[in-house]
Nanobody, 122 residues
């Protein structure tokens, strides 16, 4: 069974850093579109960063220059390095995968993790 599990969330002060991890089981990320999304209380889920199946990487304007998405060497891990965190980054962060060829990230990804909570507060 294909599953995604996020980890690495927690409480951090403004200006701090966190590294989120997403582990795949039952499949690898080879040839798969992978994305990080987040959902803040009372807001819609939004795309943060994406690695397309061709390797194209995109970032939301709100995190560009602060967040970095990367793959692990074993091809079953994806990371989101988050630096210079702001209070408005507080949200549940989800990773998601899509096996449909030629797609970038979208809200209708094939598989979602359960999320990990990031709270930025002093």
């Amino acid at each position: 069974q294909r599953q995604l599990v996020e980890s690495g969330g927690g409480l951090v002060q403004p200006g701090g850093s966190l590294r989120l991890s997403c582990a795949a089981s039952g499949f690898t990320f080879n040839g798969v579109t992978i994305g990080w999304f987040r959902q803040a209380p009372g807001k819609a889920r939004e795309e943060i960063s994406c690695i397309g199946d061709s390797g194209t990487i995109t970032y939301a304007d709100s995190v560009k220059g602060r967040f970095t998405i990367s793959r692990g060497n074993a091809n079953n891990m994806v990371y989101l390095q988050m630096n210079s965190l702001k209070q408005e980054d507080t949200a549940v962060y989800y990773c998601a995968a899509d096996w449909r060829l030629g797609r970038m990230c979208a809200i209708d990804m094939n598989r979602w993790g359960f999320g990990t909570l990031v709270t930025v507060s002093s």
